[in-house]
């Protein structure tokens, strides 16, 4: 996600949107043993590598980094971008360090192979960082094309979108559904998601940037972090990494 950029929102764009989303490039039947929580942080400001990762391992759990290795050190509108020791502190304290491109280009508007480029100039910076290969991609803005999903690198296990919606049964690993933990009612519909999904031992992602008292409209605040994983540990949640979540999948 984000920010000073937006999207396409013309029609064909929407009607493009639409059968990206249905089109699964990698489809599987997932099965858990117990409802499982990954919480994710998108780009990711520093916030994100101090404030929620001190919440996140309070609760014993730790969370996936999509990282844009353009954004180290960049300032934006959700505050300062980490900085490159952020990585191996957080790779090291077992978060996992996700790929969200390099250069946080919007993937439906970029031939594939521009995109392959900048998938494997993500990994080599982010080696260089003290991270392995990441195990997992985000989608900036949520945005992709059907060529992009059929030809992500297989070193990924799975790629997320920003549709909401539970991951279990019928799932594309090539768009996975996630929650926003910000913005008018964000909080609220993850909450009700998270009851849902202790009933049917489903999967729910949620992804926003900064993590502070007073947020960005793209953030979300620490005691609605703290509120979420109490709720989800209360639910008899299991709060893992998005990779290490799939790695529990029955099915
Ligand atoms: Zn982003």
């Given at each position: 996600m984000?920010?000073?950029?937006?999207?396409?929102r013309?029609?064909?764009?929407?009607?493009?949107?639409?059968?990206?989303?249905?089109?699964?490039?990698?489809?599987?039947k997932l099965?858990?043993?117990?409802?499982?929580?990954?919480?994710?942080?998108?780009?990711?400001?520093?916030?994100?590598?101090?404030?929620?990762?001190?919440?996140?391992?309070r609760?014993?759990?730790?969370?996936?980094?999509?990282?844009?290795?353009?954004?180290?050190?960049?300032?934006?509108?959700?505050?300062?971008?980490?900085?490159?020791?952020?990585?191996?502190?957080l790779?090291a304290?077992?978060h996992?360090?996700?790929?969200?491109?390099s250069?946080h280009?919007?993937?439906?508007?970029?031939?594939?192979?521009?995109?392959?480029?900048?998938?494997?100039?993500?990994?080599?910076?982010?080696?260089?960082?003290?991270?392995?290969?990441?195990r997992?991609?985000?989608?900036?803005?949520g945005?992709?094309?059907?060529?992009?999903?059929?030809?992500?690198?297989?070193?990924?296990?799975?790629?997320?979108?920003?549709?909401?919606?539970?991951?279990?049964?019928?799932?594309?690993?090539?768009?996975?559904?996630?929650?926003?933990?910000?913005?008018?009612?964000?909080?609220?519909?993850?909450?009700?998601?998270?009851?849902?999904?202790?009933?049917?031992?489903?999967?729910?992602?949620?992804f926003?940037?900064?993590?502070?008292?007073t947020?960005?409209?793209?953030?979300?605040?620490s005691d609605?972090?703290?509120?979420?994983?109490?709720?989800?540990?209360?639910?008899?949640?299991?709060?893992?990494?998005?990779?290490?979540?799939?790695?529990?999948?029955?099915?």
């Amino acid at each position: 996600m984000t920010l000073a950029y937006a999207p396409r929102r013309d029609l064909v764009s929407k009607v493009r949107r639409r059968m990206t989303q249905h089109y699964a490039a990698r489809p599987a039947k997932l099965a858990f043993a117990e409802p499982v929580l990954s919480i994710t942080f998108d780009d990711f400001p520093a916030s994100a590598a101090i404030e929620g990762a001190r919440i996140l391992e309070r609760h014993g759990a730790r969370g996936t980094y999509y990282t844009a290795s353009g954004m180290a050190g960049v300032e934006g509108p959700c505050g300062m971008g980490y900085a490159a020791p952020d990585i191996a502190r957080l790779a090291a304290a077992g978060h996992e360090i996700g790929c969200h491109t390099s250069s946080h280009a919007d993937c439906a508007q970029r031939d594939v192979f521009t995109t392959l480029e900048d998938l494997a100039h993500n990994r080599d910076a982010l080696r260089r960082m003290g991270a392995p290969a990441p195990r997992s991609h985000a989608y900036p803005y949520g945005e992709t094309k059907p060529q992009v999903k059929d030809n992500l690198p297989p070193r990924f296990m799975s790629a997320r979108g920003i549709l909401p919606g539970l991951n279990v049964g019928a799932t594309d690993l090539a768009q996975l559904h996630a929650y926003p933990l910000f913005g008018p009612g964000g909080m609220d519909r993850v909450m009700k998601a998270l009851k849902r999904a202790a009933k049917r031992k489903a999967w729910v992602i949620g992804f926003t940037h900064d993590v502070a008292d007073t947020p960005s409209p793209w953030g979300t605040r620490s005691d609605e972090l703290e509120s979420l994983l109490t709720e989800a540990r209360r639910l008899d949640f299991v709060i893992l990494p998005v990779t290490a979540a799939l790695e529990r999948r029955l099915a």
